[in-house]
């Protein structure tokens, strides 16, 4: 919501574009087939769109918008993301804005109880996280598609209907001039927790939700204070609650503060109200200078995901197919992930690199994932937001014992964002028992320096092979795979990959290990690589 | 742990109780189980302690 007298695009620091809906001869097409068709324009269906434009798949996205979405929403990229934007190539913009950050503080009643530190080192490329209003994220990736001729955009545009056919599924569209069908091989649905293309598909997201509500404002103000999270239980401010502070860019502060039971949301979400709870919180850390108030919204915790994330040729993407705790902040990072696991994949199919079983793996791999981050951030919203008298007791017991010792503030540490293994996963294989330890298939593969600059810097786009020895480097460009390429690393890369002479790891093109060998081959290598890309009957 | 060790901590206990007050005491005593459980270092008798100290709460007299 915004303040009095302003509408949803008015902004302190960000001028929002208008988009119009196809003119001129672009209505000419409009009923065109489309390979694959993107419903919802936010950060997660422009991702999938440039992930598929990098496979060099054409992709039109539909949005029933007519601007980006209003308000900064979610504001935290994860160090994971990061790596998605670079393999697309449009991080710089992304570096450029964004605040990086390692660190967040947890008080309790005023005092620190615990400082942790997220893991980071000079070998890694990123940060672990970055704060940046999520208007930025989608400028930024706006960019990108709208210079990007594989990819068509129409706005104000929504989905009103679809229907199966045996090549895919029909589309219709209701923009403001008519309505009208239009056959798509796939359909990326990426349009968020209210999906139209859910409902339309009769599916329904599946899970709990959580008590605790909180009112989430972004202010600007000056306000001298670095780039660290800051995690206030019972504060003075609202004794018995939580509140989460957070620094964004052009002096915005992304202020959370949770509502008692017996403030009803509709009072809480009154202007008069938020200023109150900003001030309040604003006076317990010492703020007295101005400030602006920007956009509010009130938010309740949700642990709620699709069955299955493909239904006949959707494909559910992002928010769409789960609704993650906002504390850890997986929301917009887990929908990311899925569009690049999408876009690469889908991608591969559509440009015969890869067999269709690889599809499979979309689901398997991402839903995992989701169940993962509800494990995990379950455990942070039952500390955030208790549950129960009992869970109410044991937190307030850890944060006053943690005044005095240290060890109990560590049940305050909400463990941030982490990658999930695909381990298990159809599209990764079974480990070479040889390794004692280092990253195993289906891991993210660890970030490493190499020469001047990082390994994720010179990765080529496709599967990697990551060798030893050079030799075995020639063997496989020798191969002249599509969509395969080796590298050599440095005789002694660390002993994080616990390798020998002839060492070989196979990444995908998301940067997960596929495979890993002791003592590879260029034949292991190979027969890897057309395993995982499910392409039977290849000659070899 | 002598007897008498066992009586001086069931002493310290319920002067502890009344001095921090009923209000308190679920909180004080549930600082204190984290306390002792860490100190404890054996997470499986602790976990076993949580279980066992549940037991007979509403027991009545005897009939």
């Given at each position: 919501m915004k303040p009095a007298g302003k509408s949803a695009h008015e902004s302190l620091y960000f001028d929002y574009p208008h988009f119009e809906p196809p003119t001129g001869p672009a209505r000419d097409t409009l009923r065109d087939p489309v390979t694959v068709a993107i419903i919802g324009a936010g950060p997660v269906g422009l991702?999938?769109?440039?992930a598929l434009a990098q496979e060099g798949v054409r992709s039109v996205l539909f949005d029933d918008k007519a601007s980006f979405n209003d308000g900064s929403r979610a504001i935290c990229l994860s160090r994971?993301?990061?790596?998605i934007f670079q393999a697309l190539g449009i991080v710089g913009a992304f570096e450029g804005k964004a605040l990086g950050w390692?660190?967040?503080?947890?008080?309790?009643?005023?005092?620190?109880?615990?400082?942790?530190?997220?893991?980071?080192?000079?070998?890694?490329?990123?940060?672990?996280?970055?704060?940046?209003?999520q208007q930025y994220i989608e400028q930024f990736l706006h960019d990108a598609v709208a210079a990007n001729p594989l990819i068509e955009t129409r706005w104000q545009s929504a989905l009103t209907g679809i229907r199966d056919t045996p090549d895919g599924a029909v589309l219709t569209i209701t923009d403001p001039v008519e309505s009208y069908d239009l056959p798509a091989r796939w359909v990326l649905a990426c349009d968020g927790a209210r999906s139209a293309t859910r409902a339309l598909r009769g599916l329904r997201l599946k899970g709990e939700n959580y008590e605790g509500r909180y009112v989430i404002a972004d202010i600007q103000m000056d306000h001298e204070y670095p780039t660290i999270r800051r995690a206030l239980f019972d504060p003075d401010c609202r004794r018995g609650g939580t509140v989460l502070i957070h620094k964004q860019p052009d002096d915005l502060w992304r202020i959370d503060y949770q509502l008692r039971d017996d403030e009803r949301t509709e009072d809480a979400m009154a202007e008069s109200a938020v200023r109150a709870g900003v001030a309040a919180v604003l006076r317990d850390i010492g703020h007295e200078g101005p400030w602006e108030l920007e956009w509010?919204?009130?938010?309740?915790a949700n642990t709620l995901a699709l069955d299955d994330y493909r239904d006949g040729a959707v494909f559910f993407v992002g928010d769409s197919a789960h609704i993650v705790p906002i504390f850890g902040v997986r929301g917009l990072n887990n929908g990311l992930a899925d569009a690049a696991n999408i876009g690469w994949k889908l991608g591969w199919v559509l440009t015969g690199r890869a067999g269709p079983q690889l599809l499979d793996s979309y689901t398997a791999e991402r839903r995992s994932a989701t169940l993962d981050v509800f494990a995990n951030a379950t455990k942070s919203a039952r500390f955030m937001t208790p549950p129960s008298p009992g869970w109410?007791?044991?937190?307030?017991a850890a944060l006053s014992l943690a005044l005095d010792h240290p060890f109990a503030g560590d049940l305050a540490n909400p463990r941030q964002f982490t990658p999930f293994t695909y381990a298990g996963s159809p599209a990764v294989l079974a480990d070479d028992p040889a390794f004692a330890s280092g990253p195993c298939p289906g891991d993210l593969m660890p970030e490493a320096r190499l020469d001047a600059g990082f390994l994720t810097d010179r990765l080529q786009p496709g599967f990697s092979a990551l060798c030893l020895d050079p030799a075995l480097t020639r063997a496989v460009n020798d191969a002249a795979e599509v969509g395969l390429s080796a590298m050599t690393l440095p005789a002694t890369?660390?002993?994080h990959l616990d390798a020998g002479p002839a060492t070989a790891y196979l990444l995908r093109p998301d940067g997960h290990v596929a495979a890993r060998w002791k003592s590879a081959s260029a034949a292991l290598v190979l027969e890897a690589f057309r395993a995982l890309t499910f392409r039977t009957g290849d000659p070899s | 742990?002598?007897?008498?060790?066992?009586?001086?901590?069931?002493?310290?206990?319920?002067?502890?109780?009344?001095s921090v007050g009923v209000d308190h005491a679920p909180l004080y005593l549930a600082k204190l189980a984290l306390l002792l459980a860490h100190h404890l270092d054996d997470p499986e008798t602790a976990l076993r302690s949580i279980a066992d100290a549940a037991r007979s709460l509403d027991a009545g007299p005897a009939r």
């Open positions: 991702t999938a769109a440039l994971a993301s990061f790596h390692t660190t967040g503080r947890s008080f309790y009643r005023g005092r620190q109880i615990l400082e942790f530190d997220m893991p980071d080192s000079p070998s890694e490329r990123f940060r672990p996280m970055y704060n940046l209003q509010w919204s009130v938010y309740s109410t007791l044991m937190r307030d890369p660390g002993d | 742990m002598t007897q008498a060790d066992l009586e001086r901590l069931y002493e310290a206990m319920a002067h502890q109780i009344d």
